[in-house]
């Protein structure tokens, strides 16, 4: 086997509690955020590659990790965006006939820091026990109060503003010019697949900077507006926030999706808060409360909408409920043109049984093109 003689790497919880491991490869490294777990039991590349996910390093809850490479398509951005990873076994060979990279190459290319061999069942255990905390993976295993002070530096995730840093620099363009609709994207942290399903439904797409005005991307002459998956707490996004206001006070069709949710919430007077661990899988049981049909979900998300202030806004339909703890998982306004959700009807990873969320945006944008 490859590496045989694996060296040490260790796990630093914010609260001092150490979990050990072996390096991924041979090449030393520290890497830090805010831990957490992901129970998928496939899909890492799409997972690790989710811009949500910035800031944040990641534990797998799958056993074995790597095992059917990487292809590429399959990617949500160009590299990884998780900060780290923390896996149990890590495997350097695949076996995919369609793949084609090994994840240990990914990650180099995406200079990535992931250590192996922990006990991952603890940890997650642990995580679940006490919360989503800031975390410090590193080879450095001799130097524990070095590695606590420098965890202590990294900032809290709560009113951490990361869009910024996930987010195009320039505007660009995705699916065919020629397209029978036109969505202006504000991207917060999109992942790609959103703009697939948009593209595959006759949608040209303009993407614009998180810090764009309305008045910009309303120059385009768009049909409807999405607001992105994203990284980061969303109550630090006045800029977003505040485009969602405008675009809703036009009345202008508008689909949030994940963080994209939040900021409508935010627009609409309803507050968000940071959960205890989070919700992060592609099993998540959601109620349909319009239809009174169940849905498995693809979720990853740390902060959630006030359920209370939500359901006592007088304009504002609670329309998706998660089954396992009645949490918000959607929303609807009633005299406005837009809804959201929080988790992913893209999936990528997960099951499909929310695309027909895209189906209804479409169905929001044909009586404005008509
Ligand atoms: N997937 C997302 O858009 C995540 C939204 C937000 N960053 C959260 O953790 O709740």
Redesign the pocket.
């Known amino acids: 086997m490859k590496y045989q003689t694996k060296k040490k790497a260790i796990v630093l919880l914010a609260d001092g509690t150490v979990f050990h491991g072996k390096l991924v490869g041979d090449k030393g490294g520290t890497a830090f955020g805010e831990v957490c777990f992901n129970t998928g039991m496939t899909g890492y590349q799409e997972i690790f590659t989710?811009p949500?996910y910035f800031g944040q390093i990641m534990v797998t809850t799958n056993a074995h990790i790597g095992n059917y490479g990487t292809r590429e398509n399959e990617e949500e951005a160009d590299t990884a965006q998780i900060s780290g990873l923390i896996c149990k076994n890590f495997s350097y060979y695949h076996s995919r006939p369609a793949a084609d990279m090994s994840l240990e190459n990914f990650l180099k290319k995406s200079n990535l820091f992931a250590i192996s061999d922990v006990d991952t069942r603890a940890l997650v255990t642990y995580i679940r026990k006490n919360g989503a905390m800031n975390a410090i993976i590193s080879s450095d295993v001799d130097n524990i109060e070095g590695l606590k002070k420098q965890l202590a530096d990294v900032p809290d995730?709560n009113g951490l503003e990361?869009a910024s840093k996930v987010s195009t620099r320039e505007p660009y363009f995705f699916g065919s010019k020629d397209a029978e609709y036109k969505v202006a994207v504000l991207d917060?942290?999109v992942k790609r697949s959103i703009l697939k399903h948009l593209a595959n439904r006759d949608v040209y797409c303009k993407v614009f900077p998180y810090n764009t005005s309305y008045n910009e991307m309303k120059e385009w002459e768009p049909d409807g507006y999405l607001l992105?998956?994203?990284?980061?707490?969303?109550q630090p996004l006045e800029n977003a926030i505040q485009v969602a206001k405008e675009i809703m006070a036009e009345d202008k069709p508008l689909m949030g999706?994940?963080?994209?949710?939040?900021i409508i919430a935010l627009a609409n007077g309803i507050g968000t808060y940071k959960?205890h661990h989070?919700h992060r899988g592609i099993n998540h049981p959601i109620l349909n409360q319009q239809t009174g049909k169940g849905e498995m979900t693809s979720?990853?998300?740390?902060?959630?909408v006030n359920k209370e202030e939500a359901e006592n806004h007088p304009d504002v339909e609670v329309t998706h409920t998660h089954l396992n703890d009645h949490t918000v998982a959607g929303l609807k306004m009633k005299n406005k043109n837009c809804f959201s959700v929080?988790y992913?009807p893209e999936a990528s990873p997960g099951p499909n049984d929310a695309h027909y969320l895209f189906d209804e945006f479409l169905e929001r944008l044909k009586p404005v093109k008509v």
């Open positions: 989710d949500s995730m990361l917060v942290g992105s998956n994203g990284p980061g707490d969303p999706i994940c963080l994209g949710h939040q959960m989070g979720q990853n998300h740390g902060f959630s929080q992913h």
